[in-house]
């Protein structure tokens, strides 16, 4: 081998790896065994966003998890023989852990532990920006984290110095980790007190012009549609939580300003504290006049995903907004076809196709929110236009609301 050779070697040797992980999930009684594989590929897709591939998936049938390790004794032994095999660097499990189970698994497995919550808070943490979003998200992590401190802790050491080291700190460490986090804890809660205060002023000075926000769930295409009406360059890409921050633009369509803001997008199970910690965030949702609720028609389970976000809005004390529902990605999937189509078609055909119906699929959420919904593809910008239209006709009623006499006479039309 020549010296160049070898030199190329060694710096090939020395190169990053790719961290590796293993999926785990309790099989409820009343889960079918289609939505199990949703969850896990989204779980899949969570671990992807923090930057691991994942390697295997486990899954075990109980009524509830065991109190001690979540999953039974045999299982256990089964996850702790594939690590060791194939020399796995972390197990992530779809539900939350208790801090016991969470310290019990670590000890039997010897290698990192992730739980639902806690992938996501790390997924947040790496993808905020602005000083607001970095403080929500290391605020609710050390609140999560603190009753989760064990000798085999590696994620601190992670926020530390990015380091991947394993092993963590030693029991004589811990309790002093407890007293940085319980002082980082502090002046975290001191400091978002100050960009709310800062937020709360700036909020203030928007009254009198409508506020639009955009939500739904993770990966839907809300930063796209935001680009389109904004003509702007917000991050948009196919990964979850892509947007963390909330970002405010300004739009005039024919004379009627408004300001639209992107909102961090939902998910199954989102952390109930996380949501807490995005108190300031999420008034963009809860003092806006209209809400725009973009939906992935593509994905299979885009009901099941409508029925997450408005849980959630309603929990945030903002289900009753007004809402415009928008079927986002209608250029991957297929439509009903004609009669005339139809009639060529097999039975089988017609079953396993799994058409869309948009008439009737119109007609069932125009009567849940009186507004009609659009049918469009950001993307690509089909139907632009009748979104544009049925957001600007939507803006016009709230302007209406707070300025009744505001160019009433005026005829509106869509800016090209």
Known sequence: MSKHSRKLQKLYETAPKEETAILVSVVRQYQTEQQTEEYLDELAFLTETLGAKTVYRFTQKMEKPDIKTFVGTGKLEEIAAYIKHFEVDM??????????????LENELKVTIYDRSLLILDIFLKRAQTAQAKTQVELARFQYLL????????????QRGGTTTRGGAGEKEIETDKRDIRGRITLLKEKLREIEKQGETQRKGRKGIVRVAVVGYTNVGKSTLMNLITKTNILAENKLFATVDSTVRKVVLENVPFLLSDTVGFIRKLPTHLIAAFKSTLDEIREADLLVHVVDISH???EEHIAVVTQTLNEIKAGDKPTLLVFNKIDLVETMPSEEESMKMTELELEEANFLDFDALAEAYQKKTGIPPVFMAAASGQNVEEFRQTLIAEVKKQ???IYPHYLEDETFSIEE
């Open 399 to 401: 302007h209406r609301k």
């Open 147 to 158: 009753p989760r401190l064990t000798n085999m802790w590696t994620h601190l050491e992670r």
């Open 300 to 302: 299979p389970h885009f």
């Open 91 to 104: 197990v992530i499990f779809d539900d939350d852990l208790s801090p016991s189970q969470m310290r019990n």
